[in-house]
């Protein structure tokens, strides 16, 4: 897992260090001397994470961060302070700025590591939810980008993992206002309220009495419910080996208690924020794949979606040796009632056509919009006189009922033309075949007077 790395620092001389310790460690390195170089470098080059001093001349690290994260096209990049400040005060003010940690000087070198490692898989995940929601910017993916998932003005819910009570009323009090703390002291029940509940993040103890934390942390990594679920491990010691053990299995922060109640507030805050993006940027890649494959129009599977799962139907129906039935259905002098009543009144007989065509068939039975006004339905199991008698119901059905236009009571005379085709087993027949095949009877239905089935048997 390699990562390309930004090294942000004044002294040439930690800008070295930091940069051999982590070529060893197979990263490629890039560094800066200043903020205006790192913000250039940023603009010009694929950054993974960046390391970053922050008492720097000019621009000085918290301005920096500021500007990463206020930019769309670098906000998801992880910034990592590395400081010799102490005061809380100024750690405070960099998770505000944006920071996702703190590292303070000189660095622990397995702090380092762990952390970059941990971040690197963040970064992964990231790059990989917005490379799927990549097309979607024509419908406000960058929107949704600039917002950062921003989470609504609802308390987060916390679940706490520890044994004592005492933890429970400490962080009830960190986080009043903030959050709805819940509290689980055992530790495999908590793992099963994690699993079943909402919640925005989870604090698990690094100190159970009997239990390995490593196992929880473990546990709820494995579990899709959980899989992405922040976790903070709560210790009440600097354990170094514990904690990069916990980074490496998916932790996502660690504080030691005691701790400042305004640092932990503004962790979990980035912890929730971040996880409001991942949720978001999550749902926006369901929407898109359920807008790519279906017809905006009339709600049914598209072309596309059809021309996929109809080789999946054909190839099992020939598996199985069963039968397989197509037909593809054009309304009738369909350019006539847009010349009438305009693209809006067409609109509402496609739609009307589509309802009635789903009512009509079998929830096995795929319909699609074929393009304009033409469309299939897809029929497993269904040989070919069955195939027929249906197109015949469904031509009975649109021809019988007249189509209503607009709340004006209006209604115009409508019918279709349909060609059926079953799937010729024997012969190896292809999806493509069978569909031309279908649209050969739908052609001859036509120039036979319209409004009638033509079927072709196998």
Not at 82 to 88: E, H, K, S, Y
Not at 216 to 238: A, G, K, N, W
Not at 450 to 458: F, I, L, S, T
């Amino acid at each position: 897992m390699t990562a390309r790395i930004l090294v942000v620092d004044d002294n040439q001389l930690n800008l070295d260090l930091l940069n051999a310790r982590l070529t060893m460690e197979y990263y490629e390195v890039l560094t800066a001397m200043n903020g205006a170089e790192a913000l250039d470098t940023l603009e010009r080059e694929n950054i993974d994470i960046v390391l970053l001093d922050v008492m720097m001349p000019g621009i000085d690290g918290f301005e920096v961060c500021q500007r990463i994260k206020a930019n769309p096209a670098t906000m998801d990049i992880p910034v990592v302070m590395v400081t010799a400040l102490d005061q809380m005060e100024d750690r405070v003010r960099g998770l505000q700025a944006g920071a996702d940690d703190f590292l303070t000087k000189p660095v622990n070198e397995m702090q380092l590591l762990a952390r970059v490692k941990s971040l690197v898989r963040l970064k992964m995940l990231t790059d990989e939810l917005r490379l799927r929601a990549h097309t979607t910017r024509d419908i406000a993916i960058e929107e949704l980008l600039r917002n950062q998932g921003k989470a609504g003005h609802e308390p987060a819910e916390v679940l706490l993992i520890d044994e004592r009570i005492s933890v429970f009323e400490r962080f009830s009090g960190i986080m009043r206002g903030a959050a709805r703390l819940h509290h689980v002291n055992d530790p495999k029940a908590g793992v099963q309220a994690a699993a079943e509940g909402r919640f925005d993040c989870a604090i698990i103890s690094a100190d159970f009495s009997d239990f390995d934390p490593l196992r929880v942390i473990s546990q709820l990594r494995s579990l899709d419910r959980t899989r992405f679920l922040p976790i903070i491990l709560s210790s009440d010691i600097e354990n170094d080996t514990l904690i990069a053990r916990a980074l490496e299995l998916g932790v996502n922060d660690y504080v030691v208690r005691p701790v400042d109640p305004n640092e932990f507030v503004a962790r979990l805050k980035t912890q929730v924020r971040r996880k409001a993006y991942h949720d978001g940027l999550r749902s926006n890649v369901a929407e898109l794949i359920e807008l790519a494959v279906t017809d905006g129009l009339t709600g049914l599977h598209n072309r596309r979606y059809l021309d996929t799962h109809l080789e999946t139907l054909v190839e099992r129906a020939h598996k199985r040796g069963r039968a397989l039935s197509l037909l593809i259905t054009d309304i009738d002098h369909f350019k006539a009632v847009n010349d009438t009543h305009g693209h809006d009144g067409g609109d509402e007989v496609l739609r009307e056509f589509a309802r009635r065509l789903r009512n009509q068939v079998r929830g096995m039975d795929l319909v699609c919009r074929y393009g304009g006004e033409e469309f299939v339905i897809v029929m497993p199991d269904t040989p070919a006189l069955m195939a027929a008698e249906i197109a015949e119901r469904l031509r009975f059905d649109i021809a019988d009922t007249p189509f209503a236009l607009g709340e004006g009571g209006m209604e115009i005379a409508v019918t279709a033309s349909l060609g059926v085709a079953t799937l010729d087993s024997d012969a190896g027949e292809t999806a493509a075949n069978l569909i031309k095949k279908a649209d050969t009877a739908l052609y001859e239905a036509k120039a036979g007077g319209r409004n009638r089935v033509v079927a072709k048997a196998a």
